[in-house]
């Protein structure tokens, strides 16, 4: 009984430290605490993005391309077109801005394909306090990255919107759609309605963008911790042990089986959240 409640204990406490970020506090108030994890992936991936980005257009030729060039050439293509299907106006912002998204989001979710205790391992053995390591290293698993990336878009949508029909239609749509209606009378009625609706709408999605890439990454790396607890604690004593194998094999099944299927997850959200940004944005810039 005491060997079963210590071997939790150990679970609750491995999954625990990797679900806790690295904490840096700037002040006496909760909102001034940064995930320093969140910040420096995020830089890490961004960096990769631009470098890996800039050395293929730099080396792209007009001859046959390798394979590396050849799929983000092929990424490059992709997300263009979709832009020109979707979006119908003049900035050329749009294309830069979704590719951008793509990529940044895809490489930063990619990090949860790394072993799971391999990062945290080499952070704790630098570390003066190694239990107190704490390290979360995909980016998209923190609420405050997802939700500052929308909130980024967000302020796109507005910019684009007031760019393309100008500063008075565009507040002008506030009051006068989804409902339409004619004589001075009847739009007065549904003003309230139409402002309230669009409100809401706004604040839909901005909260819907970064809530769906957020929840998504969290599961996944909350299955990597669960699987990894597997045979946590199955040391040399037990290693001729038959169900030690059994879990082990269960374990490698079940790793195997998540990151196969993980990769497709990740490609899907960083997909969705480029695809929905350029929806929200073309919607901005069409005229009720």
Not at 131 to 150: K, Q
Not at 205 to 219: E, K, Q, T, V
Request: aromatic share 14%; hydrophobic share 55%.
């Amino acid at each position: 009984m005491a060997s079963e409640q210590a071997a939790s204990a150990d679970m609750t406490g491995y999954i625990q430290h990797h679900l806790q970020n690295w904490q840096v506090s700037l002040g006496d108030s909760p909102f001034w605490t940064l995930n320093m994890d969140t910040v420096v992936f995020t830089v890490v991936s961004s960096l990769v993005f631009m470098l890996l980005f800039v050395f293929f257009a730099r080396r792209a030729t007009a001859g046959v391309p390798g394979r590396l060039q050849s799929i983000v050439e092929s990424v490059v293509l992709f997300v263009d077109g979709l832009v020109q299907e979707t979006f119908h106006g003049k900035s050329k912002l749009i294309a830069p801005m979704s590719l951008t998204i793509f990529g940044l989001i895809w490489i930063m979710n990619f990090i949860d394909l790394l072993p799971i205790d391999f990062l945290p391992w080499a952070w704790a053995s630098i570390h003066p306090e190694p239990e107190h390591a704490y390290l979360r290293a995909v980016p998209t698993a923190d609420l405050n990255t997802t939700l500052g990336m929308a909130l980024g878009v967000f302020l796109v949508i507005q910019y684009i919107g007031i760019s393309e029909k100008g500063l008075g239609k565009f507040f002008a749509e506030f009051f006068s759609a989804p409902f339409e209606a004619k004589g001075p009378v009847a739009r007065l009625l549904v003003a309230l309605p139409n402002f309230i609706l669009r409100l809401i709408e706004e604040a839909v999605r901005p909260i819907s963008l970064s809530l769906r890439l957020f929840g998504n990454m969290y599961a996944g790396e909350l299955i990597f911790v669960l699987i990894a607890v597997m045979t946590l604690g199955a040391g040399l004593a037990s290693f001729t042990s038959a169900s030690t194998w059994l879990l082990g094999i269960g374990q490698f099944l079940s790793a195997f089986g998540w990151t196969a299927f993980h990769i497709l997850i990740i490609t899907l959200q960083a997909f969705i959240f480029m695809i929905l940004s350029i929806v929200y944005v073309s919607l901005a810039a069409e005229s009720h």
